[in-house]
């Protein structure tokens, strides 16, 4: 086995959830979702350890806010829980969070309607 694979070994599903509960239950609920999404729980480890490896730099109350935050916005991976604690999103409340833009109804904007009809008229 490569020395990249063997390191996690030592870790386990229960292991990583273990870990997740003290943190909080946002935090439980995110990895036992991003182990669960998977059809071997393994392959969400490297997921679930960078989340854990953020410990290290950000507080537990912190990821706690940021694994929160992510699961509201359906955002279940690590890039996402850095992305918010980077962006110190995790302070801020989703409904101040930027929307995607509302798109309006223009005549000279074709809708599916038109490609539905087939020529056009």
Known sequence: ???SHR?????TPSRIL????SVGPATAELVETVL???P?????FRSCLGIFHLSKEYDSQRIEAACAKAIVLGA????SVQS?????????RTETLPQAPV???HENVRGAEYYIQGDGE
């Open 7 to 11: 390191r996690y070994l030592e870790w």
């Open 103 to 105: 798109t309006t109804r």
């Open 84 to 92: 918010i604690l980077e962006k110190n999103l995790d302070g801020v």
């Open 40 to 44: 071997h729980p393994e392959q969400g």
């Open 1 to 3: 086995m490569p020395a």
């Open 76 to 79: 279940y991976s690590y890039r």
């Open 18 to 21: 273990s870990w997740a509960r």
């Open 36 to 38: 669960n999404r998977r």
